[in-house]
């Protein structure tokens, strides 16, 4: 069964900073974008960062300059460094990975993470 395990979450106050990381596992040809996403209560699931299969980044301007994404693309990871986390990078955040599958046809699909909550307060 193909899932997206994330874990790292936490309580830190503000300026602190956390680490989230992402594992796929199953049965997983490759991995083509990989991103982390964050949503609060009552408002859109928003883009926070994306990387691609080859590496380049994309960026919230929100979190530019604070958070850094990166993979494992041999170990089907991602990771999310969250360095002078504020207040507002509160809400629970979602891993995201384009997924393409073994076979004679190159199935592709959108997978999710379960969510891990982050708090920042004082």
């Known amino acids: 069964q193909v899932q997206l395990v994330e874990s790292g979450g936490g309580l830190v106050q503000p300026g602190g900073s956390l680490r989230l990381s992402c594992a796929a596992s199953g049965s997983i040809f490759s991995i083509k974008s990989m991103g982390w996403y964050r949503q609060a209560p009552g408002k859109q699931r928003e883009l926070v960062a994306a990387?691609?299969?080859?590496?380049?980044?994309n960026y919230a301007d929100s979190v530019k300059g604070r958070f850094t994404i990166s993979r494992d693309n041999a170990e089907n990871t991602e990771n999310l460094q969250m360095n002078s986390l504020k207040p507002e990078d509160t809400p629970v955040y979602y891993c995201?990975?384009?997924?393409?599958?073994?076979?004679?046809?190159?199935?592709?699909?959108?997978?999710w993470g379960q969510g891990t909550q982050v708090t920042v307060s004082s």
């Open positions: 990387i691609s299969s080859d590496g380049s980044t």
């Open positions: 995201n990975a384009d997924l393409v599958f073994p076979g004679p046809i190159r199935y592709e699909d959108t997978y």
